[in-house]
């Protein structure tokens, strides 16, 4: 007796799952609605090349001399600003130097005053020598001394003048003497300053290389730093393509790791093909842009021409899943159509298939609008 109740049900629930879905009929009053006829348009032609984020501008610190590093202040990461002091080197020898040529310099400058006095004296001496020598020409023309007084006050005058130009060629040799210890203790200064590595931009380090107590060779790389905000996307572009590519041309930037896409433009295109990937270097300014750091990957679209596209509205488009459909009016019915979309660009999407030139599909789409439903398109 209880096995009819329990074969009943069942029975109903797989008719209620063989009935097939509902058609809307196409009766009542039509529904209003805009259309957009599908046309064909010029797109613009796109070409993509990958490539990696590089700083414009780098500097590489290395020491000019030889010394153990006593003081590092910066590391990986790190933001620092123009002539930031970053390595210091042990240079006791450097300031010795520079000591040594500042004594001298000071030595020599000590020496002026001496100097100046030995060319006063042999001046006063020369003048009373002169003064002496004209008084003897005088009375040796009256014959009032004899021709040895006269020969001695000649020999003084001459004796005279001969210690004033050694006086003044001391004075001479002592001002050369204190622009050799000037330039003696400048060279000193710069050799002692080559112990303090110093920032030459503001930027930020992205490697480092030494450690307080490690020796800092000539031309050893100790830190490297990029300046901030100024970055270009690198990319090797295909050496079919390049005709294409000009210098200052705008190209669209995509930066998946930031969610970021930029417009931004060519810079700079390397006229020297790769002999391996037969491609060219190309590479693209990008603007500021916060957490941009090198070797970022990115993606660069070019505009290389155009082609006829058939597009319909965004506004059009249906999407479930991967399927895609639109409303077209056929007969002054809707219609549901599965179509394939390819790029999407502003407001507008490109159609691969389902849609033909010339037929009219809905955009926007009623609320509620059901396949089957009699339609009236309106301005």
């Known amino acids: 007796m209880k096995a009819p109740l329990v074969v009943f049900p069942a029975i109903v629930w797989l008719a209620g799952c063989s009935e097939s879905p509902r058609k809307v009929e196409a009766n009542g009053a039509p529904v209003p609605v805009k259309i957009a006829t599908v046309t064909a348009e010029p797109w613009p032609e796109k070409y993509e090349a990958m490539g990696t984020v590089r700083a414009r501008s780098a500097a590489v610190l290395s020491s000019k001399v030889m010394g153990y590093v006593r003081e590092v202040h910066a590391n990986i990461g790190d933001h620092v600003g123009a002539g930031q002091l970053l390595v210091v080197l042990d240079a006791a020898d450097l300031e010795a130097s520079y000591r040594r040529a500042d004594a001298g310099r000071e030595e020599a400058h000590s020496s002026i005053p001496e100097a100046e006095s030995g060319v006063t004296a042999a001046k006063a ?203 077209v009016v056929e007969n002054g019915v809707a219609r549901l159509r599965i179509v394939t979309i390819g790029r999407k660009i502003d407001d507008r999407a490109e159609v691969l298939s389902g849609l033909n030139p010339g037929e009219q599909a809905l955009s926007p789409i009623p609320v509620g609008l059901a396949d089957g439903v009699k339609v009236e398109p309106r301005q």
């Open 125 to 327: 001496n020369l003048e009373l020598a002169r003064a002496t020598f004209k008084r003897m020409t005088d009375l040796f023309a009256n014959k009032s001394i004899s021709n040895q007084e006269y020969d001695e006050a000649a020999a003084r005058l001459k004796a005279a003048d001969a210690a004033y130009a050694m006086a003044e060629s001391k004075r001479l040799q002592l001002t050369s003497k204190i622009a050799q210890a000037e330039q003696e203790r400048r060279a000193a200064e710069i050799q002692r300053g080559y112990a303090q590595l110093r920032a030459p931009f503001a930027g930020v380090v992205t490697a480092k290389s030494v450690e307080p107590g490690n020796l800092a060779t000539a031309g050893a790389p100790l830190l490297t730093i990029e300046r901030e905000g100024a970055y270009r996307l690198e990319v090797s572009v295909e050496e079919s393509r390049l005709v294409l590519i000009r210098s200052g041309s705008k190209v669209t930037v995509v930066l998946d790791a930031l969610g970021r896409t930029i417009e931004a433009k060519i810079g700079e295109v390397v006229p020297l093909v790769d002999a391996a990937s037969r491609a060219y270097l190309v590479k693209i300014d990008l603007p500021a842009i916060p957490q941009l750091r090198s070797g970022t990957f990115g993606r660069a679209r070019f505009v290389v021409g155009t082609r006829p596209v058939l597009s319909v509205p965004i506004s059009a488009l249906i999407e479930h899943g991967q399927v895609q459909s639109v409303y």
